[in-house]
């Protein structure tokens, strides 16, 4: 088992900036690839990006691509998301999730644990 347990979220303006944290314990972190993804109201929920296990790689959607970075501290079992030059349609709330090599990235129906959500609303 790996507990995630997410920080960070809140209400900011266009334009503006927030730091997303998800910190795991249980298992050994550095076995797991870990994601981001969102849900807005009433959507499907969004693959946001994800990082290696070493942290060396990551990918991102387009829709954040360029704005959001995500970076891992394997000896602090934390991932992190930055997200800069947020936008109102990245209201939504924000889940951490750990994949642990199976099947696509991009499908959240390939992750073995998740976090708890976290709101982050963005307001014009």
């Known amino acids: 088992q790996v507990q995630l347990v997410e920080s960070g979220g809140g209400l900011v303006q266009a334009g503006g900036s927030l730091r997303l944290s998800c910190a795991a314990s249980?298992?050994?972190?550095?076995?797991?690839?870990m994601g981001w993804f969102r849900q807005a109201p009433g959507q499907e929920r969004e693959f946001v990006g994800i990082i290696s296990l070493s942290g060396g790689s990551t990918y991102y959607a387009d829709s954040v691509k360029g704005r959001f970075t995500i970076s891992r501290d394997n000896a602090r079992n934390t991932v992190y998301l930055q997200m800069n030059s947020l936008k109102p349609e990245d209201t939504a709330v924000y889940y951490c999730?750990?994949?642990?090599?199976?099947?696509?990235?991009?499908?959240?129906?390939?992750?073995?644990?998740w976090g708890q959500g976290n709101e982050v609303t963005v307001s014009s």
């Open positions: 249980g298992r050994t972190f550095s076995n797991y690839a």
């Open positions: 999730a750990a994949h642990g090599g199976g099947g696509s990235y991009i499908n959240s129906k390939n992750y073995d644990y």
